[in-house]
């Protein structure tokens, strides 16, 4: 967003900026490049002889600059600061904030939606005691010697897949009209990447794995700042599991992937279960393995989300735009409104490419079918 935000061919004219910090070093360069894109600047910091420097430096352009000193480290100092811009400008269009501090006390768009509506693909990794001749055989130091130079030379072998041998979309409800489980099935499991050296290293055991993720979630958890410092890392809630119906879509999904790995081919590969255990049958039981080991799949969106007028929580309308903000757009994961029913890669690049058409003005041909 900032580059594309400092990219000269945007025009500014007409926009007022408050930038924080503005007496040195980036927050300095930041005002004088956005001064030069056409915007009214209003240089805040501290030290009030270097912002009349930047100021003048930004009028020699022939550019406007006002500077404003304030201790942004005073949160009454701040908030009054935040007052005047709103009465001298009425709005602030652009705010780039380098001393990390909550400048305008009152913002001029509130968006409840913001860092809300987190939502994932909840992740369980189910194992298996494997029979000889699994994966993880070949791990032993000359046979995996002979599979790289096979991968090396040829591009073939057992080396050349990433171990997520298979990819399976279930529904694990049939009332259901699209899938909401993928089973991830891998040759080995997450924790089969060490050579084995014989008479050196203990033989490691036979084991393969799945993954389960949830390709469709209802419960939603938060993002939110734990202060108003930048460096201080924010807060982050995935709630997974809260409502109950996933809960029981992790249980449906345990229970169906069992009964895969129960059946040919695979039945004759696996040999007892390590991961819950046989003897994790009832409800309860799965659902505290669940508890205990859920995890994400690294695929959160939806914090920013896009949504149509009166949706109390939408943060971009259809053109990715944030509400209520004349030029600032969101252009990235957060945006979906709910988790896709698939990796997350893919769906983001699409929203990138879309986006980078809305700013550029340009529309596509109408596809062929
Ligand atoms: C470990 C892992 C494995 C994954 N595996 C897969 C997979 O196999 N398949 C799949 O489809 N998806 C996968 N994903 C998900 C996928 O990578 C994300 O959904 C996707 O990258 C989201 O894109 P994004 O642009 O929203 O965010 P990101 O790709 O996270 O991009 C955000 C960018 O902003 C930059 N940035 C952050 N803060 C600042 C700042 N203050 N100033 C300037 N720049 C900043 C970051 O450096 C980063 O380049 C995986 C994710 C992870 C974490």
Redesign the pocket.
Known sequence: M?ETCLDPAVPLRGQIAVVTGAARGIGEAIAVRLARMGAAVVLTARDQARLEQVKAAIEQLGEKAIALPCDLTNDKAVAALGDRVGREFGRCDILVNNAGVAVLRKPLVDLPGVGKNLVEHPFMFVGWNARPGAFRSELRVDRATLWVMQWGLFGKGLFATNGAAGNLFIRTDPRLDRPDMQFTCMSGEVSARELWFPLIGKKPPHTLGAGLSMIKQDSRGAVWLRSAQVQDPPRILFNLFQEKSDMDRAIRGLKAIREVYGREPLRSLVADETLPGAKIISDADLEKFVRDTGAI?????GTCKMGIDGDPLAVVDGSLKVRGVEALRVI???VMPDVPG?????P?IMI?EKGADLIRGRTLPRAEL
Do not use: K, L, M
Not at 297 to 301: E, G, K, L, R, Y
Not at 342 to 346: D, Q, R, S
């Open positions: 900032t799949t690294q695929h959160a969106v990235d994961a957060s698939g990796n997350t890669n893919a983001t990138a």
